[in-house]
């Protein structure tokens, strides 16, 4: 089990950048594919992008490409999320999440067991 501590939201105007951090407590964060969520008021918990555990594969929901890009720092225990030419639409909790991912064929799949508490990134138009 790992725990997670999401900072780095806020409010922003429309077409700024924010970037948000996960710090992971535990010594074997960096076996652990790492995932970032949202869930806007009234909707459902949307996944946004995804990182192996090596950093090598990335994955994201499309609406965001282009304009995030989750990387991460093992030696730090962090991933984080960094998010460019943010919209209204972007609006949500963002939350990191810890888990696995395979490789089956030419797909990836990715499954979560560790989630963060959440931080409120507003994009004001």
């Known amino acids: 089990q790992v725990q997670l501590v999401e900072s780095g939201g806020g409010l922003v105007q429309t077409g700024g950048s924010l970037r948000l951090s996960c710090a992971a407590s535990?010594?074997?964060?960096?076996?652990?594919?790492m995932g970032w969520f949202r869930q806007a008021p009234g909707r459902e918990r949307e996944f946004v992008g995804a990182i192996s555990w090596s950093g090598v594969v990335t994955y994201y929901l499309d609406s965001v490409k282009g304009r995030f890009t989750i990387s991460r720092d093992n030696a730090k225990n962090t991933v984080y999320l960094q998010m460019n030419s943010l919209k209204p639409e972007d609006t949500a909790v963002y939350y990191c999440?810890?888990?696995?991912?395979?490789?089956?064929?030419?797909?990836?799949?990715?499954?979560?067991?560790?989630w963060g508490q959440g931080t409120q990134v507003t994009v004001s138009s």
């Open positions: 535990g010594r074997t964060f960096s076996s652990y594919a």
């Open positions: 999440a810890a888990g696995a991912s395979s490789l089956a064929g030419s797909s990836w799949s990715w499954s979560w067991s560790d």
